[in-house]
């Protein structure tokens, strides 16, 4: 174990979805920065892997995000140009449902509070325009041209490019143990070296509860299974098709993308927010035959077509907060920590604008972005450490 003496401004915890485009960011503003990932680029074991994630603006979550989306947005489309790769792409986007389901309503809401472009669409209406899907004759639908997907792997890797390029040093395989705020700065330990640095930024992901244990942010980790199924027909009338979610009376969702990996590569979908409670350490990898099943079954009475034999299966953590906003700010109990995390399974459209923000927290201690939501203060619970 060696104590490192080199200087710098910032370390970065985690150089996943959220580090990587932090550490881009903050060395891009000329920050000395590290950072510190215990896996390797782009890996697959933690939030940021399987391929696509969908982007949308007509967000039902809350229309408070909009703004941010806006931003990030413009970001998408700087990173793609500056990286030289697709780092995204406008499909369009059918948000399904009943008329009153949080889906169809709140995309509605949030459109019409921003004006943002979109129509409503009728039942028959979406099956003209949109023939492989059939929705309930009750069912409506907010079609939005800027929907889409970003491209996770590439997303991480542009970043990490773009950060090395602005001078960052990013060290894959090291471990952080541990990491503590003195008067004078931060240190951190990881499985080969101590540094010392300015400020710290922890992006944890999944492994929030062990890295921000003594915050008392109360995370749940969720396993989420990513299916793709080689559509009847095969893949080319899949090819054009929008990013959709789709809402049932249950208030169940599920989401689906167009094909986008090949002849052979299927057509994905999932469920949204269906996860069974895990660990890291505990997360069963392995997807089971009856779970494949209740995929194929849900997802062909919307798209007939997505039912033809499952080709490739993936797993994947959610870090719900109990509300499912995410928790961005400077720790309130200290003056030299930034914190990102419990992004509740919707948080990689966002990853450049966050970056931004965290950058911002960092070099001014403050943002102009609207973040009053991601407070955690809204989070705290009897006896942790938030001052
Ligand atoms: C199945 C699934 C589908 C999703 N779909 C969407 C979607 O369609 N649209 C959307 O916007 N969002 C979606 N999300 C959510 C989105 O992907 C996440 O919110 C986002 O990827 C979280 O990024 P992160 O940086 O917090 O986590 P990660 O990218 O996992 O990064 C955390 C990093 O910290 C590292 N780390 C942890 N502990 C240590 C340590 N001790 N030392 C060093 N490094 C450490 C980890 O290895 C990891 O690389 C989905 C998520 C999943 C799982």
Not at 256 to 283: E, L, M, N, Q, S
Request: glycine share 10%; proline share 7%.
């Amino acid at each position: 174990m060696t104590t490192a003496t080199q200087g710098y401004d910032v370390i970065v915890i985690g150089v996943g979805g959220m580090g990587s485009a932090a550490a881009y960011h903050l060395a891009a503003r000329g920050q000395r920065v590290l950072g510190l990932e215990k896996f390797t680029p782009a890996h697959d074991r933690g939030s940021s892997h399987g391929g696509s994630r969908i982007i949308r603006q007509s967000y039902f979550e809350d229309p408070a995000y909009v703004p941010l989306l806006l931003r990030a947005y413009e970001l998408w489309e700087q990173l793609g140009t500056d990286a030289d790769c697709e780092v995204i792409r406008r499909t369009g986007g059918l948000y399904l449902g009943p008329p009153d389901s949080l889906t169809v309503a709140g995309s509605l809401r949030a459109s019409r509070e921003w004006s943002l472009p979109h129509e409503v669409l009728d039942s028959a209406e979406i099956r003209r325009r949109f023939p492989l899907f059939t929705p309930a004759p009750d069912g409506i639908a907010v079609y939005e041209p800027n929907g889409g997907f970003a491209r996770p792997e590439l997303t991480v890797q542009a970043h990490i490019h773009l950060a090395l390029r602005a001078g960052a040093t990013l060290s894959f395989g090291e471990e952080v143990l541990r990491w503590a705020e003195t008067d004078s700065g931060v240190t951190v330990t990881t499985t080969r070296a101590t540094y010392r640095a300015d400020q710290l930024v922890v992006c944890p992901g999944a492994w929030a509860p062990q890295l921000l244990a003594d915050f008392g942010i109360p995370i749940t980790i969720e396993r989420q299974v990513l299916y793709w199924f080689d559509p009847i027909g095969g893949t080319a009338a899949f090819a054009d098709q929008p990013i959709y979610i789709a809402e049932d009376h249950s208030g169940t969702q599920i989401y689906g993308f167009p094909a986008i990996d090949g002849p052979t590569g299927g057509v994905k979908t999932a469920f949204f927010r269906k996860g069974i409670v895990c660990t890291p350490d505990t997360i069963d990898r392995v997807v089971h035959p009856p779970e494949i099943e209740e995929m194929r079954d849900r997802v062909a009475a919307l798209v007939p077509a997505v039912s033809g034999p499952c080709v490739h299966t993936a797993t994947c953590m959610y870090s719900n907060t109990p509300d499912q906003h995410f928790v961005i700010a400077r720790h309130p109990g200290g003056t030299r920590v930034t914190i990102a995390c419990g992004f509740s399974g919707h948080g990689f459209k966002f990853v450049p604008v966050v970056g931004e923000i965290l950058a911002d927290l960092v070099i001014d201690a403050k943002t102009a972005h609207p973040i009053t939501l991601f407070d955690p203060q809204r989070l705290v619970t009897s006896g942790n450490n938030l001052a």
